[in-house]
């Protein structure tokens, strides 16, 4: 075994040797063809290097449109047409979604429109803020109670609760339906191999394409509304309960599975009464990513009709009413945090024999169910005589948005030069120039460039799929526009690693710095992408450099997170033979942690790199010109196959960019001996 | 099989390459029909065998199966060259009814992967399964359901309990498989609970209990359904030593109460003499000695056996039968034919002259002295 781990080391060396002078010529070409590649084709007269023209383009995009047209217009599966089958799930959707509408914001209505009725109201704030307060002390305690109550008075007293019902009721039918699709798929890839192999390049590319690409599409099928919102977010935070599922399910102890085969379950009492069970506390984890996610997709949704929190925001940065904006968007964070809390909690909690106690009676057992049940009563007939009860009154609501425009006012009067300055600066020295370089290079070279590299670190499959993807982007006319992306996302990405690996480094090294930078990551990570935008376009208005500063905050987390594990997870024994041998702290840093810690903080990058794509196509509500900005006015325009097409070029750019990266990280940890020697 | 294992087979692979010439001596030695088969000691009446296998293989790789069609015993070259993993190989084993037969062997031998095909957990590539007659290996999937359902029952070394059910629960659950009432598998699961000593913890959770208690849940869920033949995979190996040696005893303790036909797996040689009927002696995936306890330590099969036996207190092993003299004689109380040395050697060693020796009618068939009781005590090979 050794004798095989050292010959893949020789024939690793052999490949690399040659390397550094192979990889420094041809940045050299590039670097001289993107400066002298429009001289060159005007002296070859071969226009085509830098343009693709148009003539050579494949009308994919109009293709996927007419297709879709015929789907929603002609197609039919012989019992019923397609749109009866979207039609159907709309009705499938949309009726809990009343319900649970019904339930918490609008009460039971009869009539329509204005002369609608109320028949019942809906739940009063303070039931559902009981219920939140009960939730919260059954998954852990007090302190979490307290938090989850404390966040609904916010909503109540800030104004927020008429949306924040709106929204939650759209979680609330969002999730379960997210949470049993993700698992019936999820077990479908346990038990079949290959249903796991097909559906996970599915899921990869589905995690990738921005959402927006896919929006479009539903709005085509489901029209303009909540439901077609509905879709949308399910779909959005579907794929990684898909993942989890399948993991939580394969990591089931193999003697518990072999338990349920002896006690003689078959193959249905297996799956239900074993393994999902089992597996209970990593579905939830899966729970709370959906819950996660479709939060994530309120802003978004709200582009295709979701009301609520996210409309707020949306209508009010189209307003460019930053207060209301900054409210709507901070109640969405509160939301989010309360959720985010109360379901992690929920995956940690295991349950002690004292509840579980056969001897305590029904009513002990069930205390908390009751007293919400009673609350809900009690709210509901007090809501009668005083609607005080019933609603948060409107008279003692707060409003800080006039303190966020005279904040916001302030800093432009007093901060503006400062601001322009380092903004010019960046703009000028940094951001540019990339520009300048990227969108230089002839596109046949750029694929020439991406296969190269797929071949350096993984041979012809890498290499071919590399060639493929890139040349997709060219032949659907999208290279310029793909190239601002790259551009955008590679400047982004290098801030974010430049402030998130030291930060990493430091959170790793002294615990109290980590304590901090973990609480701080954490909420960064909680707030949906939209809510990065208003302060920055507050401060920065719109354009490239506003853009990628949310693009930073957004992706620096997985910089600060990767790196801070991989310095941490060092086997403790090198540190100790790197102190014997007499190491300053510094050498300890830079000899030991940093070299192995470097394919996990390949890694992060790696993540950096997709967060940042997936906000790269929010940030062209700001003003960029790139492929984000390609699939907001396929948006706008209702162009399905326009749409798309950008969509999949974003996700084929974070796909090359994955497998690039992931290859190398695996290279590196092989040639630590982190990892076999077979390749 | 768990990767944990395979990885421990690959391992055992490289090695036994090395070896190849010493098992294959040992191949010639013991053909493959015959190896399992002992000659029931003395005093044993023939029992017809309740679970038993004939030559039976696992091999894990691609084209196992055609390996063993087109040649029924290969070498382990022949295996190797495949780039198969050799688990089990050619094993033959009858387990007969009411016995403790213990399979030893260390990490990596086979001993989980052939207990595992005993219970078709694992589907042997090759060989007979026979259990109460009928072949297992034809029984269809409800079939198989229905035995592990009604007839096995398996302990696990690492308790395998499902973490969101309390102890009863645990312990109904395979009732409550099976389709059994509420009040019926209530009753049935406090039995055994109150059984194996948890009274009281039936609403605890696993996690709540040490490795002990959850092993006794463990042994309780597996006899809530009265088995017929208990697998108990290497049950108290997760233990620590002085747990294990109280899990050993009442283990002894509830099968004097139960008497089960018992399959029991452990890598513990001493573990494998205290308990064990029979043991059967594993190593790379062939079984090389099958023999009481007694048989082993006074006649090892191969010097892989003898190194086993070498460390066991043979006193506590050997038997006075062993080491008596045949001629009758002695005097005072006769001591048992079937006792340990140990059992008898402090009466033996205070009497001025030989003690006679009797079998199990109470008839005097010999005599022992303190010579041959001291022979035993230091090492000295008088008996064989």
């Not at chain 1, 010959?7 to 400066?35: D, K, Q, Y």
């Not at chain 2, 036996?309 to 008596?324: E, F, Q, S, Y």
Request: hydrophobic share 50%; with cysteine; charged share 20%.
């Amino acid at each position: 075994m050794t004798a095989v781990a050292a010959a893949s080391r020789e024939a690793g060396h052999r490949w690399v040797a040659p390397v550094p002078a192979f990889w420094f010529a041809v940045l050299i070409v590039t670097v001289l063809l993107s400066n002298y590649g429009r001289d060159l084709s005007k002296a070859w007269d071969a226009r085509w290097m830098v343009r693709y023209p148009s003539g050579w383009k494949l009308p994919i995009a109009s293709e996927i449109s007419a297709a879709m047209k015929w789907l929603v217009e002609e197609a039919s599966f012989g019992l019923f047409t397609f749109r009866e089958m979207t039609r159907g799930i709309a009705w499938a959707i949309e009726v809990p979604y009343d319900l649970a509408l019904a339930l918490l914001s609008t009460g039971l209505m009869q009539g329509l429109g204005s002369d609608a009725v109320q028949l019942v109201p809906p739940l009063s704030w303070i039931a559902v803020t009981l219920g939140v307060v009960a939730l919260g002390h059954y998954a852990r305690d007090w302190r979490l109670a307290a938090l989850a109550g404390g966040a609904f008075v916010y909503l109540a007293v800030f104004g927020q609760w008429d949306s924040a019902m709106v929204t939650l009721a759209s979680i609330a039918i969002a999730v379960p339906i997210g949470v049993a699709g993700g698992l019936l798929l999820g077990i479908a890839a346990y038990r079949a191999p290959w249903f796991e192999r097909a559906i996970m390049p599915v899921l990869d590319l589905m995690q990738t394409i921005p959402i927006f690409a896919y929006l479009v599409p539903i709005l085509f099928l489901f029209g303009f509304g909540p439901v077609s919102a509905l879709v949308a977010t399910i779909i959005y935070a579907m794929p990684p309960m898909v993942r989890i599922a399948t993991l939580s399910l394969k990591g089931v102890d193999p003697e518990i599975v072999d338990f349920g085969v002896m006690a003689g379950c078959t193959p249905r009492q297996m799956m239900w009464r074993v393994l999902v069970p089992a597996a209970g506390p990593g579905l939830m984890v899966g729970v709370n990513q959906v819950i996660m996610l479709s939060l994530n997709m309120v802003i978004i949704a709200s582009m295709i009709g979701a009301g609520g929190l996210g409309y707020d925001v949306l209508a009010s940065l189209r307003r460019l009413d930053i207060g209301a904006g900054l409210e709507a968007g901070i109640a969405i964070v509160v939301l989010a945090i309360a959720l985010d809390r109360i379901s992690q909690a929920l995956a940690a909690r295991r349950p002690d024999h004292r509840e579980s106690g056969a001897e305590a009676g029904l009513i002990a057992r069930h205390r908390r169910l009751l007293i919400v049940i009673a609350a809900i009563l009690g709210a509901f007939l007090l809501g009668r005589l005083a609607p005080v009860f019933q609603a948060y009154p409107d008279a003692y609501t707060v409003t800080t948005a006039a303190f966020w425009e005279s904040l916001v006012a302030w800093l432009n009067v007093n901060l503006f030069d400062t601001l322009e300055a380092i903004k010019t600066a960046l703009l000028t020295w940094f951001l540019l120039p990339i520009k300048r370089f990227l969108l230089g290079i002839p596109w046949p070279w750029g694929i020439v460039v991406v296969t190269l590299a797929g071949w350096h670190f993984g041979r012809w499959k890498l290499a071919l799929l590399c060639a493929s993807l890139a040349g997709f982007i060219a032949v659907t006319g999208l290279w310029p526009k793909a190239m601002t992306t790259v551009y955008l996302c590679g400047a982004s990405v290098i801030i974010a690693s430049a402030i998130g690996i030291p930060l990493g480094i430091w959170a790793a090294l002294s615990q109290r710095a980590g304590k901090v930078i973990g609480v701080v990551i954490d909420t960064l990570q909680t707030l949906p992408s939209f809510v990065y935008l208003i302060p920055v376009v507050m401060l920065f208005r719109v354009g490239d450099f506003t853009a990628m500063i949310a693009v930073v905050l957004y992706a620096l987390a997985p910089a600060i997170r990767y790196t801070a594990h991989g310095i941490r997870s060092v086997d403790g024994q090198l540190i100790e033979a790197g102190i014997v041998s007499g190491c300053t702290p510094r050498q300890l840093l830079t000899r030991i942690r940093l070299p192995l810690a470097f394919p996990e903080i390949l890694l992060g990058i790696n993540q950096t790199i997709m967060l940042a794509l997936s906000m790269l196509v929010i940030t062209a509500l700001v003003g960029t010109r790139d492929l984000g900005q390609e699939v907001y006015i396929a948006l706008t325009k209702a162009d399905t196959g326009r749409g798309l097409v950008a969509g999949l070029a974003v996700a084929f750019i974070a796909i090359i960019a994955d497998r690039l990266i992931s290859a190398s990280a695996r290279a590196a940890r092989r040639r630590y001996g982190l990892e076999g020697g077979h390749g | 099989m768990d990767g944990e294992e395979r990885e421990a087979l690959e391992k055992l692979d490289s090695v036994t390459a090395s070896r190849a010439g010493a098992s294959d001596s040992l191949g010639s030695r013991f053909p493959p029909l015959r190896r399992g088969i002992a000659a029931p000691p003395e005093g044993f009446a023939p029992v017809s065998a309740k679970l038993s296998c004939r030559n039976l293989w696992k091999l894990f790789g691609a084209e196992a199966e055609a390996l063993l069609r087109a040649d029924p015993s290969p070498s382990p070259e022949e295996i190797r060259e495949r780039g198969l993993i050799a688990a089990v190989r050619a094993a033959d084993l009858e387990i007969r009814e009411g016995e403790i037969f213990v399979i030893m062997g260390l990490s990596g031998s086979g001993k989980s992967t052939l207990v595992r095909c005993l219970s078709r957990l694992i589907e042997p590539t090759a060989g007979a399964l026979l259990f109460e007659g009928r072949d297992l290996r034809t029984a269809t999937e409800r079939e198989m359901i229905d035995i592990r359902r009604y007839k096995f029952g398996m302990v696990f070394q690492h308790f395998a309990l499902l973490p969101h059910l309390t102890v009863l629960q645990n312990v109904e659950f395979p009732l409550d498989i099976q389709g059994e009432k509420k009040a019926k598998r209530r009753e049935r699961a406090r039995q055994v609970i109150d059984l194996v000593g948890l009274k009281g913890r039936e609403s605890y959770y696993p996690r709540e209990l040490s490795g002990g208690q959850q092993q006794r849940v463990g042994i309780a869920r597996s006899l809530a359904v009265e088995p017929e033949v208990w697998f108990l995979d290497e049950p108290f190996s997760a233990l620590d030593p002085l747990i294990r040696r109280e899990m050993q005893d009442e283990f002894l303790r509830l099968q004097a109460i139960l008497k089960k036909t018992i399959v029991f797996i452990t890598h513990d040689f001493d573990e494998a003499i205290r308990l064990a009927d029979r043991i059967a002696i594993m190593k790379d995936g062939a079984i090389i000695q099958v023999d009481t306890p007694e048989g082993l330590v006074r006649a090892p099969a191969t010097d892989y056996v003898a190194e086993f036996t070498r460390h066991i207190p043979r006193d506590k092993v050997l038997t006075v039968g062993a080491v008596m003299a045949a001629a009758a004689g002695g005097e005072g109380e006769p001591v048992a034919r079937a006792s340990t040395i140990a059992e008898v050697a402090e009466r033996v060693i205070d009497a001025e002259m030989p003690v006679p020796v009797a079998d199990e009618d109470g008839r005097i068939v010999g005599s022992v002295d303190r010579a041959a009781i001291i022979d035993v005590m230091i090492g000295r090979g008088r008996e064989q």
